[in-house]
């Protein structure tokens, strides 16, 4: 990937919040898969803003999304498990970002640990809480079914043993077409096995040993794209005859630029201070091609590199059949 | 005697990490001193994985010690240093350490974790071997776990001895205190055959005697998945030597000392190098070398493009030649 220096455009200060905060994956008019990991949390300016400050990403969407996860595992309860060797990093991880979140939001969350008794105090949810560090019971259903009510990330923690990441527990209700619950016990090379072009370009041995590699405490991330018809959230392979159909019909629809979106996902990859696993967070940001039109840049190098992708990723992305009418649609702007 | 307090300067292995201050020395055996550090403000530090170290800044020279804590949540960071005569002087000059002394360390690193999908951990050591053992031995006690710990030690001389015996329990359901080589040997070959199945396990100690703990395992026909030693610092890069850069174009000379990238030398320099991970995986500061062999240490390069030498990544490779000329 090339690196082109980003300047904010000086009309963005009048673009509302979605779009200013919006991490925009593109720095030029081609895309392809790299191993972009680069530090968490420095600030990422772009065309229209700025995103990447914090570790755990609030938005406007915050108390909704909540409420979509309730409900999907309310109808799906695959889509959480934890293998039992996993219950020290699971804590670990809950720990590690609710003390992150209290020092990023101070003014409305907090966080009090004495030994193994920790006080949560979550102001936008008028929540406080109180638990025990290694005693599941302590929290109404468990830590990490916890955690996924307090941060719109999907969670997944992997376990690192002989020389290998085991994707081991996790709570994902976003998944942008895969499934958590075929994923479970897999490993790093086998989950990544259908994505097209990493094997032969290295990319997922690369970035295994990258990973396998991390001391405990360290925080990387990097950014990963797809499209989503509507604001949907949850697009798994287990729902998928819910929103796969839309893929067919919206090249023709009137309204293409209203429903389709440019889905990014900010993911960071971070190992455990005390159980040493790594803890994979994803963050989903969803955005109309309306959005997206009103930035010119974006407008630009989104049209120019949904034209150009290679077919073996669009097919893999689920795009082909409209990226044409959305390229089209941006570039004659 | 405050010798140690306040280095002038932070030793590149210990930068970015923490200052702590000695809050109790105590001496643990003739040649054994354990020493507790903790933040001077107070509050908690950092947690860590079981069998971590720390690599503590003595003097102009870095060691890296086993940290004994369990690791969870801790508000100080114990280690026990065994005296070595001859040594490069660093177990002296800890051995020195008093009361209120300041000293650089670096945020504990992991190389000797327990395996987390272990249904028993069977924990060997030797002599001062114990320190990583004994972490093990209390995250087990914490984490209801089971461990069985086999601790060989001249007579009178055992470090932690009564911290061992005070964690027997449903944890830590046995402690064999050898103090001789024949009694050893049979405990050994007796614990290798007896474990559950699933058991790890974890040996430290003198090379040799992990080497042979090792070997007598596999003969009983344990897998090396199922064998751990400590092996300091194996995933950490080193500081590597200094070297000088051409920089061809501007007929510029740079040096980049020890502990120092290149990457960073050239940016204090002024030059804008793109760069994204600073960790050798991205490939984004890739440089095109025209003089010299690059000692390549990076993820990116294949294996033919390390070998051509006419390319390195500048935020982790360094050279092998005392000078190496660049396209910039
Ligand atoms: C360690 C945590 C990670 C996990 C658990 C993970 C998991 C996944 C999953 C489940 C998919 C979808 C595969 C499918 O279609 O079934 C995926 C796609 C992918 N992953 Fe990862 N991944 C991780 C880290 C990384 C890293 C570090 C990189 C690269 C540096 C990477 C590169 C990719 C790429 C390029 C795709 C294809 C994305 C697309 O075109 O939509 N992954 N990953
Ligand atoms: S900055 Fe990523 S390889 Fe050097």
């Not at chain 2, 069977?122 to 114990?130: F, M, P, Y």
Request: net charge negative; hydrophobic share 40%; aromatic share 6%.
């Amino acid at each position: 990937m090339s690196s082109t220096i980003i300047e904010t455009d000086p009309d963005a200060a009048l673009l509302p919040e979605r779009i200013r905060r919006f991490p925009f994956p593109f720095a030029s008019d081609t895309y392809r898969y790299s191993a972009n990991v680069e530090p968490a949390t420095k600030t990422a300016p772009t065309e229209a803003g700025a995103w990447g400050a914090h570790l755990v990403d609030i938005d406007e969407h915050y108390l909704d999304e909540l409420a979509e996860r309730a409900k999907v595992l309310t109808r799906d309860p695959s889509r959480v498990n934890v293998l039992p060797h996993m219950r020290t990093a699971v804590w670990d991880a809950l720990t590690t970002l609710l003390s992150s979140m209290a020092e990023d939001y101070p003014d409305t969350m907090s966080f009090h640990r004495e030994g193994n008794i920790c006080r949560w105090r979550n102001g936008l949810q008028n929540l406080e809480v109180e638990f025990t560090v290694g005693d599941d019971s302590s929290l109404p259903e468990g830590p990490l079914r916890f955690l996924g009510t307090q941060i719109q990330d999907d969670i997944i923690l992997l376990d690192i043993r002989e020389d290998t990441l085991w994707l081991d527990a996790g709570l994902v209700t976003f998944a942008a077409d895969w499934s958590f619950a075929f994923d479970v016990g897999m490993n790093f090379l086998e989950i990544h096995h259908p994505v097209p072009r990493v094997k032969e370009e290295r990319i997922t041995s690369r970035a295994e040993q990258f990973l396998l590699r991390l001391q405990p405490g360290e925080q990387f991330r990097r950014t990963n794209w797809t499209m989503t018809i509507g604001r949907r959230m949850d697009t798994s392979t287990e729902t998928y005859p819910e929103w796969g159909p839309d893929r067919t019909t919206i090249a023709d629809d009137p309204a293409m630029p209203e429903k389709l979106h440019l889905r990014v996902e900010v993911q960071h990859l971070i190992r455990l201070p005390h159980s040493g696993a790594l803890l994979f967070l994803v963050r989903t940001h969803l955005l109309p091609l309306t959005d997206i039109a009103r930035v010119p840049a974006w407008r630009e190098k989104m049209g120019h590199v949904l034209a150009e992708l290679p077919d073996d990723m669009a097919e893999y992305k689920g795009i082909i059949r409209y990226r044409k009418a959305a390229s089209d649609w941006l570039l004659a702007r | 005697m405050t010798a140690i307090a306040l280095q002038p300067r932070v030793h590149p292995a210990v930068e970015g990490g923490l200052q702590l201050e000695v809050t109790n020395v105590s001496r643990e055996t003739e040649s054994i001193v354990s020493i507790t550090m903790a933040a001077p403000e107070g509050g908690r530090l950092p947690s860590y994985v079981p069998g971590s170290h720390l690599v503590v800044q003595w003097g102009n020279g870095v060691n890296a010690y086993s940290l004994t804590g369990s690791g969870n949540a801790p508000s100080e960071y114990s280690i026990s240093v065994l005296r070595v005569g001859e040594g490069a002087g660093g177990s002296l000059a800890m051995h020195r350490l008093c009361v209120g002394d300041r000293v650089y360390v670096a945020r504990p690193r992991s190389a000797f974790a327990p395996a987390s999908t272990a249904t028993h951990h069977l924990l060997v050591a030797a002599g001062i071997g114990i320190t990583p053992v004994l972490s093990h031995a209390r995250a087990a006690v914490e984490r209801d776990s089971t461990a069985t710990m086999i601790y060989v030690h001249r007579p009178d001389a055992g470090a932690h001895v009564a911290e061992a015996r005070e964690l027997l329990g449903p944890g830590l359901i046995a402690l064999v205190e050898c103090t001789d080589r024949g009694s050893f040997q049979n405990v050994l070959a007796e614990a290798l055959i007896t474990q559950p199945v699933g058991t790890h396990l974890y040996v430290c100690g003198p090379v040799v005697f992990m080497d042979a703990v090792l070997e007598e395992a596999r003969g009983h026909g344990w897998s090396s998945a199922r064998l751990h030693s400590e092996a300091f610092g194996a995933a950490e890069l080193d500081a590597g030597e200094p070297f000088t850069v051409h920089l061809a174009r501007s007929g510029v000379r740079l040096e980049v000392p020890a502990g120092v990238s290149l990457l960073e030398t050239l940016e204090t320099a002024g030059q804008s190098i793109p760069n994204m991970c600073r960790k050798g995986i991205c490939g984004e500061c890739v440089l095109p070398v025209l003089r010299g062999a690059p000692q390549h240490r990076d993820l990116y390069l294949s294996e033919q493009e390390k070998a051509a030498n006419n390319t390195m990544m500048s935020c982790v490779s360094r050279s092998n030649d005392p000078e190496l000329e660049l396209d910039l």
